[in-house]
């Protein structure tokens, strides 16, 4: 009876066992090439995946420098790893390799180390070709070629461009600051400031530029009436200190007569003016003889109402004492 009691537990046991097994799935590498049939001399890339469960820790090795003698290793890539289903760990890594030999190569299976189990990936040929060479026809031989120039490509030299333009220019600034240093002056140029004409030589040069343009002749009075009664605005502007430029012709007279007693500068002004606001404002063409009218009158304000700034005598005394010390030869005079 205590046979058949145990008997069902020797039954179960092996099932047991069997589903332990079926969890734990075995660790795999496969190892492929891209091309395994090259040229000496050139590259091919080996493509190394292990699948194992996630959380094993397994170890592979591969050689540093050569897969095999005439099989040379030229890098590595980093392992790459990827969760997949079942709980499972894909880790890729690709050897890229070259060999200078030609022959066929069988490269040993690469290995990794499962706890007390190792597996072996599966085996990959790789046939080196070289050229055929005809000894019979030696001219097909040629020599090794010349080194090849690159194109020349102006953005290569902008930084030796750029590096001496900037040089020059540092040394063009150096010596500025050295001469002006050595001249006492200002880092920094100041503009000289260009004296101002009294008021009636900038006044005349201004009319002496509108007679020269014959403004009126052209049919221009308008232009031309405007362009002499701002001269004369200007003028008595900086002649009596007024803003004649914002005043009206009537506040302007008023101006002149207050500051002049005599009639004829009154009368002189008025003459413009009037008729310039008449072209101006009410399209009045005036005959040839009224426009010279009013240029000589205009001219002939400025004259009048001019400050003429007269000689010191401590001055005219200083002249005479000069003449007085240094006589002229009556004998130069005569020649």
Not at 43 to 66: C, E, F, R
Not at 72 to 101: C, G, H
Not at 163 to 175: A, N, P, Q, S
Not at 277 to 284: L, N, P
């Amino acid at each position: 009876m205590k046979l058949n009691k145990y008997k069902w537990l020797y039954l179960l046991l092996p099932i047991i066992l069997l589903g332990t097994n079926l969890r734990a799935q075995e660790t795999l590498i496969d190892a492929t090439i891209d091309v395994a049939d090259i040229m000496i001399g050139e590259q091919t890339s080996i493509h190394l995946t292990i699948t194992i469960d996630n959380g094993k820790v397994v170890y592979w090795s591969i050689p540093a420098d050569m897969l095999m003698p005439g099989v040379e290793i030229l890098s590595l890539s980093k392992p790459d790893t990827t969760l997949i289903d079942n709980n499972r760990l894909v880790v890729k890594q690709d050897i890229l390799v070259t060999s200078f030999d030609s022959s066929l190569y069988l490269l040993p299976p690469f290995m990794v180390i499962d706890q007390n189990d190792t597996i072996y990936s599966n085996q990959i040929a790789l046939k080196v070709s070289t050229l055929e060479v005809n000894a019979d026809t030696p001219d097909e031989f040629f020599d090794i070629k010349d080194v090849w120039k690159p194109p020349f490509v102006l953005a290569d030299y902008y930084p030796w461009i750029f590096g001496i333009l900037l040089t020059l220019f540092l040394i063009c600034v150096v010596g500025y600051i050295i001469q002006r240093l050595r001249n006492q002056k200002s880092l920094i140029p100041t503009k000289k400031e260009v004296p101002l004409l009294p008021p009636h030589e900038e006044a005349i040069m201004h009319l002496d530029e509108i007679k020269q343009q014959k403004l009126w002749q052209q049919g221009r009075e308008k232009e031309y009436y405007t362009e002499v009664t701002d001269t004369l605005r200007r003028y008595i502007l900086r002649r009596y200190g007024t803003n004649a430029m914002e005043m009206t012709s009537y506040e302007i007279l008023e101006v002149i007569q207050r500051e002049n007693d005599a009639n004829s500068v009154y009368e002189t002004l008025k003459q413009v003016l009037q008729l310039a606001d008449y072209v101006k404002f009410a399209k009045f063409h005036p005959l040839p003889d009224e426009n010279d009218l009013s240029m000589m009158n205009a001219y002939l304000f400025i004259n009048q109402t001019k400050h003429v700034e007269f000689v010191k005598p401590t001055e005219t005394n200083e002249v005479n004492e000069q003449t007085e010390n240094n006589p002229i030869d009556s004998n130069l005079t005569e020649k």
